[in-house]
């Protein structure tokens, strides 16, 4: 128990010496466990992380101050971008520490989503710690439930091959529209290198179909929904890329996520291998 509604140290501890008598031994006030002989417990403060200034230096100064496993609790700053990679980067570093992370506030169900995703992609199994106010049927919602049994039989393929569920993004883009032109100084390279090397510049349209994901240049997430063909493997755009002796990779994404890295490990999806592809790659962020 943590009394936060108690309004003085006083209220603390009359309440933690009712507790005690009753055989409660446990409580987060750790100056109260000090003085009536009871055990601290607890997780983590947003106090405690934003003393620190950011995710990663509050975790790395927690887990090094004590000796047995650690919990991240998540959502101080931005759980997505801030939260997740710094508790798993420090799980990735001792994945026998049996650490957890604990998911506090904002979407939780799309953040375990992404989460179990970025472990599989890490190779870390990190304990997961939803907030003890879920109730039995609230639980059940981060289950398959029958009536969504389309979009979890795609979402849990998709997780079990290492590759992101689906999700709603905003729109961007979109053909005709700013967001999808080129970076100016890319499109200048590209003619460039088309004039002094006598060749045409190929680019490839992706992304067409409304019903799947197309982080991959080579092939949408799923190529068919409810029998209908949604997408295939780009055989021409691959053979291709084949008949050169180097491919470099890159995108304005991080290099580890999205678009640049399902590029990458589309060119094997159809079972085809690819001899100068992926493995030896040395990702860079442009």
């Known amino acids: 128990m943590g009394l936060r509604a108690a309004t003085c140290q006083e209220h603390h ?28 417990v607890g997780t983590m403060s947003h106090e405690h992380v934003q003393r620190y200034g ?4 509050a975790f790395r100064a ?13 959502g101080t700053f931005d759980t997505l971008t801030s939260g997740i990679p710094a ?19 904002g979407n939780k169900k799309l953040q375990y989503l992404y989460a179990v995703t970025r472990a599989r992609d890490m190779g870390i199994r990190p304990v997961n710690i939803l907030e003890d106010g879920l109730d039995a049927q609230a639980t059940r919602e981060f289950e398959p439930a029958p009536h969504r049994r389309l979009r979890h039989r795609r979402a849990g393929g998709l997780l079990a091959t290492g ?20 970076v100016p100084a ?9 004039l002094v090397r006598d060749t045409l510049t190929w680019f490839e349209l992706k992304g067409e179909h409304p019903l799947t994901e197309n982080y991959s240049v080579l092939s949408p997430e799923v190529t068919e929904v409810k029998g209908q063909k949604v997408g295939e493997f780009n055989t021409r755009l691959f053979d291709h890329l084949m008949s050169f002796d180097r491919v470099y990779v890159f995108g304005q994404a991080k290099p580890t996520a999205s678009c640049p890295r399902s590029s990458t490990r589309g060119s094997t999806s159809s079972g085809r291998t690819a001899r100068r592809w992926g493995a030896s790659s040395s990702w860079k962020t442009p």
């Open 13 to 40: 501890e009359l309440a933690l010496r009712a507790c005690k008598e009753v055989g409660v031994m446990r409580t987060s006030n750790v100056e109260g466990a000090r003085k009536l002989g009871m055990i601290p």
């Open 54 to 57: 950011s995710d990663d230096a």
């Open 62 to 74: 927690m887990r090094e101050r004590r000796p047995s496993r650690s919990s991240y609790l998540l």
């Open 87 to 105: 508790a798993f980067q420090l799980i990735r570093e001792d994945p026998g520490s049996q650490d957890s992370i604990r998911f506090d506030s």
């Open 163 to 182: 590759r992101y569920v689906l999700t709603i993004w905003p729109f961007h883009a979109l053909l005709g529209g700013l967001s999808h032109a080129l």
């Open 186 to 194: 890319v499109y200048e390279a590209s003619l460039f290198h088309a």
